[in-house]
């Protein structure tokens, strides 16, 4: 009876923990000026294929004047669905930004707001990604920081499959910032 216990127990926990539309992944890519605040959300995946494409939702003054600007990254798959770790809430989606043709996400750099101390502090302000044909695609969000370096590439025969997004959930009175950092897998 207590090894039936320990069985499900453990069966319980492996499913709570599971990533979402987990699946072998070749290599991890990510960026270093990510901002320092939040908390990582799920892994998700593309069910089938790679992304081609992503929106964002952005954000400007509230009523407490406190701006969050990229909250959230959602990515659109070979096979017309989205996918997206944890997003703050606030903000609205931008449109969708493709690669031309069969093009596919392959690399990407983050515009990050570094801390600015007693004011309002905003982190992650938006992001651009580069396509296998080498277009690049820029969101439209706030242009609060710099864009760092770009990430490594996902190699040869590989793209952007899944992502995990890094966000500082709602802090009331105090300042929020949303999304702080990302970083995407790469599959062949």
């Known amino acids: 009876m207590e090894n039936s216990i320990s069985i499900v127990v453990f069966l ?9 539309g987990a699946k072998s992944y070749d290599h991890i890519i990510s960026v270093e000026n990510g901002g320092p605040w939040g908390y990582w959300g ?6 089938q294929g790679h992304a081609s494409g992503f929106v964002e939702p952005y954000q400007g003054g509230t009523v407490h004047q406190d701006d969050t600007s990229l909250n959230g990254i959602r990515l ?9 770790s944890i997003v703050g809430k606030w903000g609205a989606w ?5 690669c031309r043709g069969r093009s596919k996400l392959v690399a990407f750099s983050l515009r990050v707001e570094r801390p600015v ?16 044909n080498n277009d690049i ?39 929020d910032t949303a999304l ?6 790469c599959c062949s």
């Open 117 to 132: 101390g007693p004011s309002d502090d905003t982190a992650a302000n938006n992001i651009q990604f580069k396509c296998s």
């Open 76 to 84: 659109f798959c070979d096979d017309k669905k989205f996918i997206s």
């Open 12 to 20: 319980i926990i492996s499913c709570y923990l599971r990533d979402g």
């Open 137 to 175: 695609l820029v969101g439209n969000s706030h242009e609060w920081g710099k864009f760092g370096p770009w990430s490594a590439s996902c190699g040869p025969g590989a793209y952007i499959c899944g992502l995990q997004t890094k966000v500082e959930i709602v802090q009331g009175m105090e300042d």
């Open 94 to 98: 931008s449109d969708i930004q493709y």
């Open 180 to 185: 702080n950092d990302v970083r995407f897998f």
């Open 42 to 47: 799920r892994k998700e995946f593309c069910p």
